[in-house]
C-alpha cells in the first residue's frame, strides 16, 4: 500500500526528463488550451452582447409590427433598426432568429413575396404550431409567385409537422386547392381524404366532402 520511495524517484526522474525533451510539444498544446479557453470565453460574451443588442432593436421593430407600420417595422425609425437589420445582423440569436418570422410575415403583406420566402426558410422554431405557420405562410408566398405545386408541398409540410386535429385539417384544406390548381386531381384526393378520414371531427370536414365529390364528377 506504500509508495516506494526508489520506485518514485524513478519515476519523478522519468517525468523531468520527459518534459525536457518534450517541452516544445507541451508548451504548444498548453497553448491551445489557454486560447480555447480565452476564445471561449469571448465568443460567449460577444455572442451575450449581440443577443442584447437584437432584443433591445426587436422591441421597437414588434411594436411597430403591431401597430401594422410595416415600413417602419420593417426599415427602422431612425433610432433603433428594423427587422430586415435585425435578421441580417442578428440572425445567429434568438432574436435575430425570430426577426425572420416577423420580416417574412411583413414582407408577405406587403406583396414582397421572395422577400417573404427568404426570411421564413432562415427561421426554425421548436415551437411547432409557430414552426407550422411558417410553413404554411411560404406555402402562401409561392402560391402568390403562381407556384401551387410547390405551395402544396408546403402546406403539406405544414400538416405533417407535428400534426394535430386543430391546424392539420385547414393546411391539408390549403394542400388539396393548392394541388388542384396545380392540376393533380389525384394530390387533392389525397389530401381531401385526409381530412376525412384522419380528422373526421374537424370543421373542413364538410367543405373536404363538398369539394372531393366535386372534384370527382
Wanted: avoid cysteine; hydrophobic fraction near 40%; charge should be negative.
Amino acid at each position: 500500500m506504500l509508495e516506494d520511495p526508489d520506485a518514485l524517484a524513478a519515476r519523478l526522474v522519468e517525468s523531468e526528463d520527459f518534459v525536457r525533451n518534450n517541452r516544445n510539444l507541451l508548451l504548444g498544446i498548453l497553448a491551445v488550451v489557454v486560447a480555447a479557453i480565452v476564445g471561449g470565453f469571448g465568443y460567449y460574451t460577444w455572442r451575450g452582447q449581440q443577443t442584447q443588442k437584437a432584443q433591445t432593436a426587436m422591441f421597437r421593430a414588434v411594436d411597430a409590427w403591431e401597430a401594422d407600420s410595416l415600413k417602419k417595422a420593417m426599415k427602422g425609425d431612425g433610432r433603433a433598426p428594423g427587422l430586415a437589420t435585425v435578421a441580417n445582423e442578428y440572425g445567429s440569436t434568438k432574436a435575430g432568429n425570430l426577426a425572420n418570422f416577423y420580416a417574412g410575415v411583413a414582407s408577405l403583406k406587403e406583396g414582397k413575396y421572395k422577400d417573404a420566402l427568404d426570411y421564413l426558410e432562415d427561421f426554425s422554431s421548436d415551437d411547432y404550431l409557430v414552426q407550422s405557420r411558417a410553413y404554411s405562410l411560404m406555402g402562401d408566398a409561392q402560391l402568390e409567385l403562381n407556384k401551387p405545386k410547390e405551395a402544396a408541398d408546403l402546406y403539406a409540410k405544414a400538416a405533417d409537422h407535428k400534426a394535430n386535429e386543430f391546424f392539420s385539417p385547414g393546411y391539408l384544406m390549403k394542400e388539396a386547392m393548392a394541388r388542384e390548381l396545380a392540376k393533380d386531381s389525384d394530390g387533392a384526393l389525397k389530401a381531401y381524404d385526409r381530412i376525412l378520414n384522419e380528422y373526421p371531427a374537424a370543421q373542413e370536414v364538410a367543405e373536404a366532402r363538398q369539394f372531393k365529390a366535386r372534384l370527382q364528377k
